[in-house]
């Protein structure tokens, strides 16, 4: 189902039929944004298959482009097992701040438990960017901070169209 490469001592690639993947942009939807996905407890590739096509089962939700998947080490607490990550290009009808609630429902549905900063966990899902606004809340930060800063963004964006 994957097929895998390794780019570096420390990081590899994945590939599957989902996942880079690319669709023609004919979307209705109004807005655009940008999800980092990740996680690195139990099957979390098979978790980003699940989740895309929950995400693809939401009329108010259109995948547009997915990225490959990339295997790196965890950073900030590091006495964990390694993280894979993802990008998702979607388009939706949501706001930002109703689109970032519904991105946290998502989490918890497949298990998320926030216990402390960093912590191992079954998916993540990051609002990276929202149709090149520049928003700064107490629960919205956009662009995600330090996004430019993560291999774990960097790489799966760079592929991107």
């Known amino acids: 189902m994957f097929r895998k490469y390794s780019i570096s001592d420390t990081l590899e690639i994945y590939k599957s039929k989902h996942f880079?993947?690319?669709?023609?942009a004919n979307s209705s939807l109004r807005h655009s944004?940008?999800?980092?996905?990740g996680?690195?407890?139990?099957?979390?590739?098979r978790r980003f298959?699940?989740?895309l096509f929950a995400l693809s089962r939401d009329k108010r939700?259109?995948?547009i482009e997915t990225?490959?998947?990339?295997k790196n080490p965890p950073f900030g607490y590091t006495e964990q097992d390694d993280f894979f990550n993802s990008i998702m290009q979607i388009k939706t009808?949501?706001?930002?701040?109703?689109?970032?609630?519904?991105?946290?429902?998502?989490?918890?549905?497949?298990?998320?438990q926030r216990s402390f900063a960093n912590a191992p966990r079954t998916l993540d899902l990051d609002l990276l960017f929202f149709d090149n606004l520049k928003i700064i809340t107490k629960t919205l930060t956009l662009p995600h901070p330090e996004w430019?800063?993560?291999?774990s963004v960097l790489i799966p964006l760079s592929g991107l169209k």
């Open 67 to 70: 990225s490959l998947i990339l």
């Open 33 to 37: 944004a940008t999800v980092g996905l």
């Open 148 to 151: 430019d800063k993560r291999e």
């Open 93 to 112: 009808s949501m706001q930002a701040e109703e689109f970032l609630q519904y991105l946290l429902r998502m989490e918890k549905k497949y298990g998320r």
């Open 49 to 51: 298959h699940h989740l």
């Open 20 to 24: 880079p993947m690319q669709k023609k």
């Open 39 to 45: 996680g690195n407890v139990g099957d979390v590739k």
């Open 61 to 63: 939700v259109e995948i």
